[in-house]
């Protein structure tokens, strides 16, 4: 009787618990006014929702590449007579205004995707303007997946390479080491062939080069096989990570997917983390990609946005994330399915407040002090850490504006913060914070995000940068191609 009163007692604060989970998901879900943020007619804006812009003129390409050339080189000429600058547009997750210029004329690159396969030499050709999904669900039917790309498949492919993007594919420099080559219409209109043998120094510039160059055309990418990948996820102590890493992932060959998280709640802060990885099998492929739930997505995305400002929210998905994470170990998806996540999973439906990201590259030798570094800032009472990842980044010998020197690990921060002038005013303090504890441990920061960082520190970071605003100069002197990250820092 004893045992069975137990089970009935266990069965109960179980149910309580799951209510209480529910009511918390729908208190979050009744909390967001889900209005889509409307763009005036007229003006631009990025993922930040903080740049509005007004704007000469925007300029969807067609889909054909013929018109598409047309229609550029009306642009430039459009823009040489009327002395206006033009800068360049893809899916706009930057969020420094790097897709604008005020009063300035915007291409709009998203129509241009078009796609070529070669299987021989694994190679994909494709248009600046698609997104990675688009890439990944034309690859899925040749068993061809992407070498090199970031964790959301809803960013464009010139977008990506234009900041330099990096992902969480194993032992792998940033994206430009899966561009063969591209195609580029410089300030004259004239189209130039960019490679490691053809125009080196402007395939350099022009990888992490901000669209500063020129309007990238078409891409020829690495590409992999698709094979089935088994997940496994590791809990620790984040003062293991390092040896988990070694262990788990680079020592072991099977390992094709890797990256880390740390546990952002008051509770144990930064103190836990975990290490998820993707192994090869043995296993063939389903014969198509299976699709996303949207239901489950969304129960998702609300388990997530439940951690925005409440800290049984924070402890409720680590909690959620590390048990679900344990019971699925060692089940199998295919690459595509893996990189085909869209950023709608964490998808902020408040038009009160915006979500930021920025992102730090530390030399392994000082990952352990830059954990103990962050804890002197981080939690900050105004502003709200959503997540940290952490992403292992090998050395990039291909672009001139480069963040890793070396063998990194890039911490991915994601802040909530209200749309107001205090947080505002938090937030560039505690980014400047952010950048001067990562370039003290000879790191680096990442450039497509706000500018909230002082020049000084900009050129601390990137002591290239004068350099690489010369050659801007060179390779367009008549400053046609401008947005406001350069207007800030050259």
Not at 320 to 339: A, H, K, M, P
Not at 386 to 409: H, M, S
Not at 451 to 464: D, G, H, V
Request: glycine share 6%; net charge positive; aromatic share 12%.
């Amino acid at each position: 009787m004893k045992t069975k009163h137990f089970f009935y007692l266990l069965a109960i604060a179980i149910l309580v618990y799951v209510s209480f989970i529910f009511f918390h998901l729908i208190k979050t879900y009744c909390k967001e006014d889900k209005i889509k943020p409307i763009t005036p007619q007229g003006y631009t804006n990025d993922a930040s929702r903080l740049n509005l812009t007004k704007v000469d003129t925007i300029i969807d390409v067609s889909g054909n590449r013929d018109s598409m050339i047309n229609q550029l080189r009306a642009a430039l000429k459009y823009s040489n007579q009327n002395k206006i600058p033009i800068s360049i547009a893809g899916a706009k997750h930057s969020m420094g205004g790097h897709t604008m210029y005020p009063n300035g004329i915007q291409i709009n690159m998203r129509p241009y995707k078009k796609m070529q396969i070669d299987t021989v030499n694994d190679v994909l050709t494709i248009g600046s303007g698609a997104l990675w999904e688009d890439a990944i669900d034309y690859l899925d039917n040749f068993n061809r997946s992407i070498a090199v790309m970031q964790a959301f498949s809803s960013f464009s492919i010139g977008g990506s390479i234009s900041v330099n993007g990096h992902g969480w594919q194993k032992n792998c420099p940033p994206i430009s080491w899966s561009v063969v080559s591209f195609t580029l219409m410089n300030y004259r209109g004239e189209i130039v062939n960019c490679s490691r043998t053809e125009n080196q120094e402007l395939f350099s510039l022009v990888l992490g080069g901000y669209g500063l160059f020129g309007i990238i055309l078409d891409v020829k990418l690495k590409i992999v096989a698709n094979e089935n990948l088994q997940f496994k996820m590791y809990k620790l102590k984040s003062s293991e990570y390092l040896s988990y890493f070694k262990k788990h992932a680079t020592d072991d060959e099977k390992v094709k997917l890797v990256f880390g998280r740390l546990n952002i709640s008051n509770k144990n802060f930064l103190e836990k983390a975990t290490l998820d990885v993707f192994k090869t099998t043995n296993i063939p492929l389903p014969k198509k990609m299976k699709r996303t739930n949207s239901s489950l997505t969304e129960v998702k995305r609300l388990v997530f946005r439940n951690s925005v400002n409440s800290e049984f929210g924070k402890r409720l998905r680590w909690d959620l994330e590390t048990t679900v994470g344990e019971f699925s170990g060692n089940e199998c998806f295919s690459r595509n399915e893996i990189l085909n996540d869209n950023v709608s999973l964490i998808e902020n439906k408040d038009t009160s407040s915006t979500d930021i990201l920025q992102e730090y590259f530390i030399p392994e030798r000082n990952f352990y002090h830059y954990i103990n570094e962050l804890k002197k800032v981080l939690p900050n009472k105004y502003i709200d850490l959503l997540n940290i990842t952490i992403r292992g980044v090998t050395k990039d010998n291909d672009t001139y504006l480069r963040y890793a020197n070396e063998d990194v690990f890039g911490f991915v921060f994601l802040f909530n913060q209200k749309k107001n002038e205090q947080q505002e005013i938090e937030m560039k303090k505690l980014t400047q914070q952010l950048a001067e504890i990562a370039i003290g441990l000879q790191g680096t920061y990442y450039l497509p995000y706000r500018l909230q960082i002082s020049k000084e520190t900009f050129r601390k970071s990137y002591p290239q940068a004068d350099t690489f605003f010369k050659l801007k100069l060179k390779y367009d002197p008549d400053e046609v191609f401008k947005n406001k990250f350069y207007d800030y820092y050259k």
